[in-house]
């Protein structure tokens, strides 16, 4: 299935693994250090049914004006630490990042319906062309430009691939099932 | 010369070189996997919009990296370093480029892409009176599935390909790929390093080494880690890797040092020219 959504999103617990999303509205950057410091002292905006985007941004400011100029995904196995308290606390609805999450980011999916979607790691421009501008940004000056809280403005951000759904699948665990299952053969041969 | 070390950087992070552009075009009409094809459709999409719009075309726009090919002779070696150090303040204002320097125990980002022993300057000396700087940033989630094994000499040819294949599903998804796989076995652990990030970064994609036998082996580890369907992104496939290169020096009797360096799809790279009379050119 192919969703083209706006934000904040209703229902997340509809997607499916697989499942391609695009969207439109705004999307929240949260790295590490964002992280830790919305689950400590809370969040500046409201979060529920938000597309939370793990990603340290290249950005200029020109007239005043932020412009962002490569975007894509980072690793998002570092905010394992984090998710599953971040979820339950502010109840998002897509976590979007690369390379999958762990065991505790499933069951918290799975607990407060949201979705873990993969963006292709390394696409920062393709991205930074459906950001259409910044909304805000929180934390800036404490936490710098790749680690601040950014809100931004998108449209069409996609795609977007569901990994990891709201009923405890994680795509992840069948992948590596079956690579697992490749190298015992190959190391056979050798 | 300045002026042309910071085109060589604008261009490596904005345009990605041709042969990696063809390999991933080739890889997306091969594919089968239906998700693999679409995490290659996005890559393609973005290295055409990245070029379209001089973008960097991953957020990570490395650790300022260069290779030195220098004659003996070259006329211009006591300015070089100033001048990349200097290019290098430039493009992080001009491209722009994340600043992507921090002091390692006071956690400080220099802000520039500039500090102790960055840019990393790597120099080779040879015949001759030109240069060739080698201009390749590297990004970090890539660089951490680097790695380095000190094997016993008596597992041979088995043993590194053994190691190569569970270095490679060990790093899953994590270095973005389809990845450019470099291997560099022999010399020290040092030189098996240095060795392995050449071969992965500056050889072309695809290519063979000159010798049959490290020719054959590149193939054979070609073929096995495509094998292992860990696809695009670690999201499943048949392009695990767009190509594996082998490098290898003597050994001593009692190592086998085996180095591997791995470079993410975004492969980064341009040359600087320069002659003896000062002309330079970027290619």
């Not at chain 1, 599953?84 to 990042?97: H, N, Q, T, W, Y």
């Not at chain 2, 220099?110 to 990004?139: C, M, Q």
């Not at chain 2, 999201?235 to 695990?240: A, E, K, L, S």
Request: aromatic fraction near 8%.
């Amino acid at each position: 299935m192919e969703y083209h959504e706006k934000t904040p999103i209703e229902d997340a617990r509809k997607y499916k693994l697989g499942d391609v999303i695009y969207i439109t509205g705004e999307m929240i950057l949260a790295r590490d250090e964002a992280h830790k410091k919305l689950l400590d002292e809370g969040a500046p905006i409201n979060l529920k049914g938000a597309v939370i985007y793990h990603c340290g941004p290249v950005v200029t400011k020109k007239n005043g004006e932020w412009k962002v100029v490569s975007a894509g995904p980072t690793t998002s196995i570092r905010m394992e630490i984090f998710e599953d308290e971040f979820i339950e606390k502010f109840r998002p609805a897509i976590i979007v990042g690369k390379g999958g999450m762990g065991e505790r980011t499933l069951k918290a999916l799975q607990k407060y319906g949201a979705v873990y979607t993969a963006y292709t790691g390394g696409c920062g421009a393709l991205a930074a062309e459906r950001i259409k501008g910044v909304k805000n940004v929180y934390f800036l000056d404490e936490l710098g430009i790749p680690e601040a809280v950014w809100v931004f403005k998108v449209e069409e951000f996609g795609p977007l691939v569901v990994t990891m759904d709201a009923h405890g699948n994680s795509y992840y665990d069948n992948v590596d099932e079956k690579a697992k299952k490749n190298l015992d053969a190959i190391l056979a041969q050798i | 010369m300045i002026d042309e070390i910071v085109e060589a950087i604008r261009r490596a992070e904005t345009e990605l070189s041709e042969d990696t552009v063809k390999a991933l075009k080739d890889a997306y009409e091969k594919e089968t996997n239906e998700m693999a094809r679409t995490q290659l459709k996005a890559i393609i999409e973005n290295f055409t919009v990245a070029k379209k719009g001089s973008l960097p075309m991953c957020q990570d726009t490395g650790l300022q990296t260069f290779f030195i090919d220098m004659g003996y002779d070259f006329p211009y070696r006591a300015e070089l370093k100033n001048a990349i150090t200097e290019a290098v303040r430039r493009a992080t204002k001009e491209v722009p480029l994340r600043p992507n320097a921090v002091h390692p125990f006071l956690h400080k980002n220099s802000g520039d892409n500039t500090g102790r022993f960055v840019p990393y300057i790597h120099w080779e000396l040879r015949e001759g009176d030109d240069a060739v700087i080698h201009v390749i940033p590297k990004g970090g989630g890539s660089e951490n599935m680097s790695g380095l094994y000190m094997l016993s000499p008596g597992v041979g040819i088995k043993g590194i390909k053994k190691t190569v294949i569970e270095h490679i599903f060990r790093s899953g998804g994590k270095p973005c790929p389809p990845t450019i796989i470099g291997v560099g076995i022999g010399g020290g652990a040092d030189l098996a390093l240095t060795l392995a990030k050449k071969a992965a970064i500056l050889r072309p994609v695809p290519s063979r080494h000159e010798e049959k036998f490290v020719a054959e082996l590149e193939d054979e580890l070609y073929e096995m880690a495509n094998k292992l369907g860990i696809g695009p992104m670690g999201m499943g496939g048949d392009t695990t890797v767009l190509d594996v290169h082998v490098e290898y020096a003597h050994r001593h009797p009692a190592t086998l040092p085996l180095g591997i360096v791995t470079q993410c799809w975004a492969n980064r790279k341009r040359k600087v020219l320069i002659d003896s009379n000062g002309h330079v050119e970027v290619v």
